[in-house]
């Protein structure tokens, strides 16, 4: 462990139980990258689920041991946990788990993942807004609406979990992982989610999504390790919180929901990518709701950088 009390990672590994897109022919493996693939000990297998939602399993090994947490629960409640089975993914070794935000793309999963993992009392950390309800996005002038299942603390207590509910940053993994927290919204042109909301007593609020956080580790000699899965705060504000907190300025991956389902000429793809490019991670690894053209974007500005994920992806990083 250095100053900033993380500790510093010989290894990441980052399996994505659930993504938007999948290609089971895909045949880029490499040291870095292995995707799930058609076939298994010979035999072809059944293909891994894509849904718009994310979860994913990440390993952390330091000086030999290895630790393992879940960021996310997916979209429906089979996804992610039957691609867990599908990939052979050893749910039990699983030690503490967090939620980014109470969508219903990324908590969807979370009893019958949290099942899996068979730990009564095992930690979730979550932002204390993640249990605002009920939550909507209104639609056609605000003439419709659709609104997302609650996330409640009985659903909490049915699971078995304990739930640490905080706005500031919390360590997990001993140190390997940092819960980002609450995200100060700075960047003029992250605007976060229109026509989002709430209701608390009966009144309408607007609904600034503040329970949106992100994952942080430090890659020995390399830098953070930014893990996003909607940045409704916006992923160059996740950015500079992860190294304002972590007093860390050199980026190695940021990787997630950009949440820029937008035409690449609309100036919050523009003035993203832009500064994406000025933070110059080694990695960018763009996923879930970052929108097909936007990732196009990205690859095109940044074509050394870019990484293609799927569900059924393992990402490793090592220092």
Known sequence: ???T???K????EILTLQDNYIDMTATDNSEMIRRAGARKAGETRKSVLAEHGFSAVIRTTAG????TMLFDFGFSEI??????RTLGVPMGEIEAIALSHSHSDHMGGFRDLVGMIGKPGIELVVHPAAFKAPRYVKFDGGKSKSQHPPFTREM???AGVKVVATKEPWPM???????LGEIPRRTPFETGLPDAYYEEGGVEKK???DDDTSLVMNLNGKGLIILSDCAHSGIINTVARACEITGISAVHVVMGGFHLNRPPSDPLVVQTVEALRKIAPRYIVPTHCTGRKSIQQIEAVMPESFLLNMAGTRLTFAA
């Open 156 to 158: 909490t207590e049915a």
């Open 173 to 179: 993994l001993g140190g390997d992982v940092l819960f």
């Open 207 to 209: 609904d600034i999504i």
């Open 9 to 12: 990672l010989d290894r990441v």
């Open 64 to 67: 030999g041991r290895t630790r």
């Open 79 to 84: 996804g992610a946990a039957f691609n867990a």
């Open 5 to 7: 009390g993380m500790n």
């Open 1 to 3: 462990m250095d100053q």
